[in-house]
Structure formats: structure tokens, C-alpha cells
């Protein structure tokens, strides 16, 4: 079965130091995957997006991902951290081609200390 | 996302009443979705829409109830039959497949 999994419910860094945010998925197709950022009470704004294309995937506010599909992951990362970035962080994936049906990780709570 | 507009942000219910929580966009996307948010968990599929007058059960489909007569449109009515309503509904929308979702700013509803 297709599947999402983020191997961190909660990750605490110091502004300005590198920032790992992993994903692992299950899909039986090549996947579309994508990450969301989530700030208290508010809806989720798309980060970056993943459809095939490059591996590398940059995406707004400094924020990049690797797809490898050898080991099934789409970390997210950030090379220096910024208090603004303090939210959940989630990742999806589609999970079969032309899928209408999204499946979303559990998120991960990211908080920057100062 | 300014295109997307949920209202109203907060709501409050008593328990036993009905309420429908509205979903209007105006990005011309044919899709459509109510997913359900708790305290530390993902985003749960409730119903979603490919196309007016069509809509599908999602994953916790139980106590909800959805229309599509508008493309813009697409209101959530959360029924007496839902056991636990209080949570934070967001409605998202897609124009193709693997597109992303682009979502609204949610609607957080209490029911005591």
C-alpha cells in the first residue's frame, strides 16, 4: 500500500544552523511528492513539488528536497534555519498515477531556538 | 491562498445541530476537497469533487455531507451524526492530476 512516513514528530534547531527534515514513502508508480508548511491556525502553502523531473527540487523561502528513489525518500532541507520558520512541516504524496487521492505524512513540528 | 476563501474561521455548535461550513474558489479548478485536521495528526480525506453534480466518499466520510452545484463551490455539512466534530476543516482544490493542492485558510469548528 501506498504510504507517507515522516521519521520525526518534532525537530528543534538553533537560528541560522542547517535544517533536516526527513520523509520516506511506498508508492508502486513514480511519485509526485510535495511539502507543505502549516503555520498556527492557518491552511497549508505548498513548499515544493516533486513530478519527474529534476531530483533536486528548490522551492520557496530557501528551502530544498532530494528525491532518491533508491532509498524511497524526499528529505527536506534548509541551510540555515530562520525563527520565521517555526511551523508543521508536511509531506505527500500522490499515491498512483493520476491519483485524485493525496496521502499526507503526520507531519513534522519544527521549532528554531533562538 | 487568496484564491480559496472558507468562512467563516471560527464556528461554534451546540451539540445535535447540523452546520455547514462554506468553500468558495476562484481559480476555475475542477477538483475539489474537505480534508479534517486534529491536534498532532495529518490531514484526513473527508469527501472530494472532480467535477460539478460528482462528488466521492473519502476516508472518514461517516456524519459528513457535501454538494457540488457550483463549480466555485463546494460547502461541508457536518451532521448530528458525527460523533466528534470539533477539529479544523481545510478545503483544498487541484486543477489536474499531480498537480498540487492549494488550500484555504480553514475553518475551526467547536461543538459542545
Known amino acids: 500500500a501506498q504510504s507517507v512516513t515522516q521519521l520525526d514528530s518534532h525537530v528543534s534547531v538553533s537560528e541560522g544552523t542547517p535544517v533536516l527534515l526527513r520523509c520516506n514513502y511506498s508508492s508502486s508508480y513514480s511519485p509526485s511528492l510535495f511539502w507543505y508548511v502549516q503555520h498556527p491556525n492557518k491552511g497549508l502553502q505548498l513548499l515544493l513539488k516533486?513530478?519527474?523531473?529534476?531530483?533536486l527540487v528548490k522551492g520557496i523561502n530557501g528551502f530544498e528536497a532530494e528525491f532518491k528513489k533508491s532509498e524511497t525518500s524526499f528529505h527536506l532541507t534548509k541551510p540555515s534555519a530562520h525563527m520565521s520558520d517555526a511551523a508543521e512541516y508536511f509531506c505527500?504524496?500522490?499515491?498512483?498515477?493520476?491519483?485524485?487521492?493525496?496521502?499526507f505524512g503526520q507531519g513534522t513540528r519544527l521549532t528554531i531556538n533562538p | 491562498d487568496g484564491g480559496i476563501t472558507q468562512s467563516p474561521k471560527y464556528l461554534f455548535r451546540k451539540e445535535g445541530q447540523n452546520v455547514t461550513l462554506s468553500c468558495e474558489q476562484n481559480?476555475?479548478?475542477?477538483?475539489m476537497y474537505w480534508y479534517r485536521q486534529d491536534p498532532g495528526q495529518g490531514l484526513r480525506l473527508i469527501y472530494y469533487s472532480q467535477i460539478v453534480n460528482d462528488f466521492q466518499k473519502g476516508d472518514i466520510a461517516e456524519g459528513y455531507s457535501v454538494s457540488r452545484e457550483k463549480k466555485e463551490s463546494f460547502p461541508l455539512t457536518v451532521t448530528s451524526a458525527q460523533k466528534n466534530p470539533t477539529a479544523f476543516y481545510l478545503c483544498a482544490v487541484r486543477d489536474r492530476y499531480n498537480s498540487p493542492l492549494h488550500f484555504g485558510n480553514g475553518t475551526r469548528l467547536t461543538v459542545t
Open positions: 516533486y513530478t519527474s523531473a529534476a531530483t
Open positions: 481559480l476555475n479548478h475542477d477538483a
Open positions: 505527500v504524496v500522490a499515491i498512483a498515477q493520476g491519483a485524485q487521492k493525496l496521502v
